[in-house]
């Protein structure tokens, strides 16, 4: 069955007054942590030297012709885009916390990655076992070769190095059911945006795509395509010259599609699959691109420019917030300091590249709105971010934030925030667009900003908590958002009771 993401959207969404409550079958809890027992694997490096750098200047750097990236540059990236970070117990069991945001500690998105010529490691296709730090070899041979005629890559040279994300479907829609589609997306843009920021710290040459052909990259990957699907994947080039062998690759070990089931007793959620399949075709443009926050309907008049921090209230390295990022609630109603609140908004409005390139989707796919409730100098409200032209416009005046906070499932806490950033998508310009692939591009771009906005919020040791729950026709009447636009995500930042 074909579905719009508009109807997607819309099929998926809450209700106040039609809200169907059902309780978890803790029987059938999917493990989040996926194995491939038996398969030979590559420990990966156990000290390693983390960049120093603030995030303010990871957001800045370029890319620098350097040296192959071997088994201990990869090892950095890799913890840096997804690493256990802490543990406690919980009814008699481990519990484990993550670098990365996930909507109910579900965490659906794995990630995989093809190497070619790097010092250290054969090559062929490896699945990050987090939980052992490693990497599991699935397949040998040039798999990076293999991928490339169904990538969608810029660039005409081929990659060094590929990395691939996926997610599994039972992991969160154990949960969150039908609605569950909506954080595989949001969760694999929190990843992508972690592995954006490594490379990124490591002056790479890298290109992050949302378009491949599915089906091919889901079969090299050995998945099990019911169960667990691709949505993202990132090329790195290096400043060596390009290894011209093709090696045959292997056939993945034994078993490998069945690491795709996460529970004895998994429940198929077909609108899930709907969407999904929906989204599958990758379409040209078929209309201008204009940056989203254009596509409202709101005509904000972004008078006000945005003055970078008179000193960067940062106190801790980009690396050290990556490691220390938590979803907290513990907010409390004290007033956000000037720079605090400038530092926020520049660092999602750097990097912002030109419509017409690669990454522009992002600008084109999601805009980014806030509501003030308690910031030095600025009135409440809600306001709108060109993030291209780092300029504001206040859209409607007044204290909003516990009305979202009521609307955000009468989620109380959220009141007490400073800060709510909201992430926005006119659901028919990116149908007509895109098509339904679309609704991948703004739903995994609202996850990427929102995992930096963690990032910058705990390098300043605020608080920081993304909310995908709401009660969705509520919020977008709250803020005034026409029919077709609607809030894709929510992040709620300010001071906490006490920084973790």
């Not at 028919?428 to 929102?450: D, F, Q």
Request: hydrophobic letters at 40%.
């Amino acid at each position: 069955m074909t579905v719009s993401a508009g109807e997607y959207h819309r099929r998926t969404s809450y209700d106040r007054f039609d809200m169907s409550g059902h309780s978890l079958d803790w029987s059938s809890q999917p493990e989040v942590f996926k194995a491939y027992r038996g398969a030979p694997s590559v420990p990966l490096p156990e000290e390693m030297v983390m960049p120093r750098e603030p995030l303010r200047e990871v957001l800045r750097g370029e890319p620098q012709p350097g040296a192959a990236v071997g088994i201990e540059k990869l090892a950095r990236i890799l913890a840096l885009t997804q690493a256990l970070t802490a543990k406690t117990r919980h009814g008699g069991v481990d519990i484990y916390y993550r670098s990365v945001a996930s909507a109910g500690a579900l965490y659906p998105t794995e990630l995989y990655c093809a190497t070619k010529g790097a010092p250290g490691i054969e090559d062929g296709l490896y699945h990050h076992t987090v939980a052992l730090r490693a990497l599991t070899r699935l397949r040998t041979g040039s798999v990076v070769n293999a991928a490339i005629p169904a990538l969608r890559f810029s660039r005409d040279d081929k990659p060094a190095l590929v990395f691939f994300f996926t997610a599994i479907f039972f992991r969160s829609s154990w949960k969150y059911r039908d609605r569950a589609y909506r954080y595989h997306l949001l969760d694999t843009g929190h990843m992508t945006e972690n592995l954006v920021l490594a490379l990124k710290s490591e002056q790479l040459a890298f290109e992050l795509s949302h378009d491949f052909v599915d089906g091919r990259i889901n079969d090299l990957l050995a998945v099990d395509p019911e169960r667990e699907v691709c949505l993202a994947v990132a090329g790195v080039w290096e400043g060596r010259k390009e290894s011209s062998s093709d090696e045959e690759i292997s056939a993945p070990v034994t078993g490998a599609a069945g690491n795709s089931r996460v529970s004895g007793r998994e429940i198929d959620y077909p609108s899930i699959k709907d969407i999904h399949n929906a989204s599958t075709p990758i379409a040209k443009p078929q209309a201008e691109l204009l940056p989203m926050v254009r596509n409202l309907a709101l005509k904000p008049d972004f008078a006000t420019r945005i003055l970078p921090p008179e000193s960067s209230p940062e106190v801790m390295s980009y690396a050290e917030a990556v490691m220390k990022r938590r979803s907290m609630r513990n907010l409390v109603r004290e007033q956000l300091a000037s720079d605090a609140f400038r530092a926020l908004l520049t660092a999602l409005s750097t990097d912002v590249v030109p419509l017409g390139t690669g990454e522009a989707i992002s600008h084109a796919a999601v805009a980014v709105g806030f509501l003030v409730g308690n910031v030095e100098g600025v009135e409440p409200g809600f306001y709108l971010l060109d993030r291209a032209h780092s300029a504001v416009a206040c859209v409607k005046s007044g204290l909003m934030v516990e009305e979202m906070a009521q609307a955000c499932l009468g989620q109380a806490w959220l009141a007490n925030s400073a800060l709510h950033f909201l992430f926005l998508a006119n659901l028919e310009s990116l149908e007509k667009t895109w098509g339904s692939r679309g609704y991948r591009y703004a739903m995994m771009s609202a996850g990427r900003l929102g995992q930096r906005l963690y990032l910058a919020a705990t390098s300043m040791r605020l608080g920081c908590c993304g909310i995908g729950a709401y009660y969705d026709e509520e919020a977008a009447g709250l803020l005034g958002l026409d029919g077709e636009t609607r809030l894709l995500y929510l992040a709620a930042v300010g001071p906490v009771r006490r920084f973790l």
